[in-house]
């Protein structure tokens, strides 16, 4: 349909390798890391890759293509699924606005992953506590005096004593 094309009459393709080309510059932007340093981690990724490639796949006349090895080396170094990778980037949110929501879903998922270390490590407590009762006192003292917070070892002790963290 007319009415289902933008301006100039080309309809935008939801997944291209135009769009991951953009999704490069752009996530490479955001996290701060230089053509070489994404190069780099791409080829820690187990893709090989130099800093001249990175540079024609943004910017290049005509622009380097992308191969499949490649563009999931790019989600990995990247933490995106391939699909999000291949959409086209939002609209309207600038570089030092991506730049704070990549920092708290890193904050999120750094938060997420010690609050699971946790809970294990307390279940792990709790399972010991159960099978040598006589060290339950000698544990909770150990954790006050780890801490050195009395009001914290008694979140933790109490977390211990409820057998997790969760």
Not at 47 to 67: D, F, L, S, Y
Not at 74 to 92: D, I, K, Q
Not at 121 to 149: F, T, W, Y
Request: net charge negative; charged share 30%; glycine share 8%.
């Amino acid at each position: 349909m007319a009415g289902d094309r933008p301006e100039g009459g080309e309809v935008p393709l939801l997944y291209s390798e135009g769009n991951v080309a953009a999704r490069v510059a752009l996530e490479r932007e955001v996290r701060g890391w230089s053509t070489t340093e994404l190069a780099e981690r791409v080829t820690r990724a187990g893709v090989k890759m130099n800093q001249t490639a990175v540079w024609r796949i943004e910017n290049g006349t005509p622009r380097r293509r992308i191969n499949l090895d490649e563009a999931l080396a790019f989600s990995r170094v990247f933490e995106l699924p391939l699909e999000e990778l291949m959409s086209p980037p939002l609209e309207g949110l600038d570089i030092a606005s991506r730049r704070l929501v990549q920092e708290a879903v890193e904050a999120f998922y750094a938060t997420r992953d010690a609050r699971d270390r946790l809970h294990h490590a307390v279940v792990a407590i709790a399972n010991h506590i159960k099978a040598h009762p006589d060290n339950s006192r000698a544990i909770h003292e150990q954790c006050l005096r780890l801490m050195g917070d009395e009001r914290d070892a008694r979140t933790l002790s109490g977390d211990i004593e409820d057998g997790g963290h969760y």
